[in-house]
């Protein structure tokens, strides 16, 4: 008998369902989305934008697929244009740009390797030289390899993942900093790793809770300019992250330890960044929207 890989983005399947998605790996990190069974889902077809974000500007890291791609055209649905930066999945990147350009806004696509600080820098020069501005900026894109032990994890892991997951985000704070102005909103995507840790994971857990940290006193110490700050932890979601990391066994069953019973769609973190990227937050600062299919975490 053939087993059965349910569609996650509409309903909650029963934990005696073992078998989420079908067995799959990719050699390569990060993952693509374009190589994905299924693909993830990014848009949620019933959002209707509200002019949220109207006239705004967004970069987000790591926008090109997964949960970056998601807030992309969430944002583009509220009105902002985006700026997305990229390692190198140049498909993944041209088929969102290709989408937010169909909901009438504009946007920018750059490829840079975001560990060096000058290609941080880069980022926010080319963005002032394109729009003129920046009210918005995502941290997102991150790096996770699998390690059965602390003492497994290499030197050369242990650097590539704290400088793409925590570095980065620093340099293209302190680059875009000078040129945010009061209302601005800087959003850091976390983890529930973060939180409940990951025995698997101990390195990127350890940056997620760097990013969680980097958050709260990065909020107080910008609350006077009117600047403020905020961070998504996302539980168990469908990105390429996951088949990249993972192995195709793992891969069938992900998501399914949650309450909830299934992994979540990039789709359904999105109006999470909008509400932290937009007004509606606007007494919202050092916060973290949990976003997990129902695990409790500590905060």
């Not at 791609?69 to 944002?75: G, H, M, P, S």
């Not at 169909?102 to 975001?114: K, Y």
């Not at 102005?181 to 350890?206: E, F, P, R, V, W």
């Amino acid at each position: 008998m053939n087993p059965v890989y349910p569609f996650y983005g509409e309903k909650t399947v029963c934990k005696e369902q073992k078998l989420a998605f079908p067995p799959q790996h990719q050699d390569q990190q990060p993952g693509l989305e374009t190589l994905m069974v299924p693909e993830p889902i990014s848009e949620d077809p019933a959002y209707i934008g509200s002019c949220k974000l109207q006239d705004k500007v967004a970069i987000i890291t790591g926008g090109d697929s997964g949960i970056g791609r998601a807030a992309a055209i969430a944002f583009a649905k509220e009105g902002a244009d985006i700026v997305i930066a990229y390692l190198y999945e140049r498909t993944d990147a041209e088929r969102t740009r290709e989408r937010i350009e169909e909901l009438g806004q504009r946007c920018l696509l750059i490829e840079i390797d975001l560990r060096l600080k000058k290609n941080c820098e880069a980022v926010i020069r080319t963005t002032m030289e394109t729009y003129g501005k920046i009210d918005i900026l995502v941290n997102n894109h991150g790096v996770q390899y699998v390690q059965p032990s602390i003492v497994d994890i290499t030197e050369e892991q242990l650097y590539h993942t704290f400088q793409t997951n925590v570095f980065a985000y620093f340099f293209l704070i302190q680059a875009a900093l000078p040129h945010l102005c009061k209302g601005a909103s800087i959003i850091n995507t976390a983890s529930i790793t973060a939180y409940k840790g990951n025995i698997q994971l101990i390195d990127y857990s350890s940056t997620k809770g760097a990013v969680v940290s980097l958050t709260r006193v990065l909020a107080q110490s910008l609350a006077a300019q009117g600047i403020r700050v905020n961070s998504v932890a996302p539980g168990p979601i469908w990105t390429p992250l996951i088949p990249a990391s993972f192995s195709a066994e793992d891969v069938q069953v992900f998501g399914t330890e949650t309450p909830m019973g299934r992994a979540g769609q990039p789709y359904e973190l999105a109006a999470a960044y909008v509400y932290l990227a937009s007004r509606d937050s606007s007494y919202v600062t050092g916060e973290c929207i949990h976003v997990n299919g129902g695990d409790m975490v500590t905060t």
